[in-house]
């Protein structure tokens, strides 16, 4: 998976950084993995100048069978989208929604997102950065413990991980990763692999894939629970 060319809109969305390049690694090494999967929808948060959404997309898109939506608080977003996806000759740019998370499109996700694909603000601040009107300082602002973003993200995919979906979250050891694995199994949604790892400058930061388990699995599940 080649680097995209990108766009960041004069300035005004984050500059792909080592997180980035980090994610789009995982997203590389588990890539034939994604495509046996075949997700029909797929969702990223946090698009920024949309450098994952268009390497993916470059792989999943176009003549695949995939269908991109994506989101950001930070509404340049939009235009260095569109302009990454034509500086790498993709005709089908993905619909880019301004909205907080999922906010304006979660009734309308409801159990059909088929992957899921988050580079979080996640570098630990006082909570008030996050709330910041500098619509670059929300890019990296994660609050205490750099979760406050992550943590809501957590309450919202919930609702739209389809069956067996993936996500691809990353974290920093900042963020208390263990924790996060912890919040997410309680919502039937696992650990599938720690994708990749790498210390960038004074970050360890990491790449998850989880998996949303088959609500099947849960009833079996529950029903061995019944009879034991
Ligand atoms: C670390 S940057 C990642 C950008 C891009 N995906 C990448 O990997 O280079 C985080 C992105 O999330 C966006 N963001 C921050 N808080 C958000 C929220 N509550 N809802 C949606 N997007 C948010 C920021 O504007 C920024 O574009």
Same mark, same amino acid.
Do not use: F, W, Y
């Given at each position: 998976m080649e680097t995209p060319f990108y766009s960041t809109a004069n300035g005004f969305v984050y500059e792909p950084s080592e997180d980035s390049f980090l994610l789009l690694d995982g997203l590389e090494k588990d890539l034939q993995l994604i495509k046996d999967a075949r997700p029909t929808i797929c969702l990223e948060i946090g698009?920024?100048?949309g450098i994952i959404t268009s390497a993916l997309s470059k792989h999943l898109g176009v003549n695949g069978f995939s269908y991109f939506i994506c989101t950001d608080v930070n509404p340049n977003a939009g235009i260095a989208c569109k302009e990454t996806f034509n500086l790498n000759n993709l005709i089908y740019s993905p619909e880019i929604v301004l909205t907080n998370l999922i906010d304006s499109l979660e009734h309308r996700l409801q159990s059909n997102v088929d992957l899921i694909v988050f580079n979080p603000p996640y570098v630990p601040t006082d909570d008030c950065e996050i709330e910041s009107d500098n619509l670059l300082t929300k890019s990296w602002a994660g609050g205490i413990k750099g979760r406050r973003v992550i943590d809501k993200f957590i309450e919202t995919i919930i609702n739209v991980i389809a069956d067996d979906g993936l996500i691809y979250l990353l974290l920093s050891q900042e963020n208390q990763p263990d924790e996060v694995i912890e919040i997410l199994e309680k919502v039937n *949604?696992?650990?599938?692999? *720690?994708?990749i790892k790498r210390k960038c400058l004074n970050e360890h930061l990491i790449v998850l894939r989880f998996r949303k388990k088959k609500s099947q699995q849960l009833t079996q599940s529950i029903g061995k629970l019944k009879i034991s």
């Open positions: 698009v920024g100048s *949604i696992k650990l599938d692999e *720690i994708v």
